[in-house]
């Protein structure tokens, strides 16, 4: 069984670019291949047209599935969903918590006696600057007043009860955020997750995936300094004080341990 579905106004595009079936979503090389795995994971930019206006979409696949997602899935009484189903599934519930996300525009999976073979995801292109990109041109008091604004962002998907990890790579800041006004609007992208719902809170799911973001932002050689790690961790306690009454040095310490605990 095959199904798939697109927002009216980006099924007519589709349909204007000759892209009206699932096939042509899900496995045709069209528009712009940006990143491909070798677990059957394509990321590809892909262009469309509204009266002649360029509009920029990424589409996400996931040509196999894997088997340990499915079983995990059973095993706690869920529906296995293919990659791209479970990313629009956790983007979904995190935009009903109030989290600003990408916006899933279409989205398809194909199914084999009731499991999912293969499936896409069709995103519009946020509109803002990726963190990463202007973060070292910023002011020290514009870095410290960004990572506060980061520190409250993941603070409220710990609070909400998501605990994926968050890099500086996965944060867009809007086109509404205007330093000089203290107005920093800050965009979630790629939630690729096994676990697609969200959890009950727990200060140490909060611990682990505070040092899973930190190992994997060091691991990809960007490193926080003290006053944007002081910035960081003000603005998350903030956020959290009212669920998990914690100080700086304690959240310091319990975060460095269970790094240190990992990589052992």
């Known amino acids: 069984m095959t199904e798939w579905h697109a927002i009216p106004e980006i099924k007519e595009m589709l349909e204007a670019a000759g892209l009206a079936d699932f096939d042509s979503l899900a496995s045709k090389p069209i528009g712009e291949s940006i990143n491909k795995d070798s677990n059957g994971r394509e990321v590809r930019r892909l262009v469309l047209s509204d009266k002649?206006?360029?509009?920029?979409f990424y589409l996400k696949r996931s040509s196999r599935v894997s088997l340990t997602h499915l079983l995990r899935m059973l095993l706690v009484g869920r529906r296995p969903?293919?990659?791209?189903?479970?990313?629009?599934?956790?983007?979904?519930l995190m935009q009903q918590a109030g989290v600003a996300m990408m916006e899933p525009v279409a989205w398809g999976e194909r199914r084999r006696f009731g499991f999912p073979r293969c499936g896409f995801l069709l995103v519009r292109e946020v509109i803002g600057?990726?963190?990463?990109?202007?973060?070292?041109?910023?002011?020290?008091?514009?870095q410290q007043?960004?990572?506060?604004?980061?520190?409250?962002?993941?603070?409220?998907?710990?609070?909400?009860?998501?605990?994926?990890?968050?890099?500086i790579k996965d944060l867009f800041c809007s086109a509404e955020t205007?330093?000089?006004q203290d107005k920093i609007d800050l965009v979630l992208i790629d939630r690729e997750t096994g676990k697609p719902w969200a959890s009950r809170f727990s200060s140490k799911k909060c611990v682990?995936?505070?040092?899973?973001?930190?190992?994997?932002?060091?691991?990809?050689?960007?490193?926080?300094?003290?006053?944007?790690?002081?910035?960081f961790t003000?603005?998350?306690?903030?956020?959290?004080?009212?669920?998990?009454?914690?100080?700086?040095?304690?959240?310091?310490?319990?975060?460095?341990?269970?790094i240190i605990k990992e990589l052992r």
């Open 52 to 56: 002649g206006e360029p509009f920029r």
């Open 81 to 92: 969903m293919s990659a791209s189903i479970r990313e629009k599934t956790l983007i979904e």
């Open 129 to 142: 600057e990726e963190v990463a990109d202007i973060y070292r041109n910023l002011s020290k008091v514009d």
């Open 145 to 167: 007043k960004l990572f506060n604004a980061i520190g409250r962002f993941v603070g409220r998907l710990h609070k909400s009860g998501f605990y994926q990890p968050v890099r």
């Open 178 to 180: 205007n330093f000089e």
């Open 208 to 231: 682990r995936s505070l040092a899973r973001s930190f190992r994997r932002q060091i691991r990809e050689d960007f490193r926080m300094g003290p006053l944007t790690m002081r910035a």
């Open 234 to 258: 003000e603005g998350y306690l903030a956020v959290i004080a009212d669920v998990w009454a914690v100080d700086r040095k304690t959240l310091y310490r319990q975060v460095y341990s269970c």
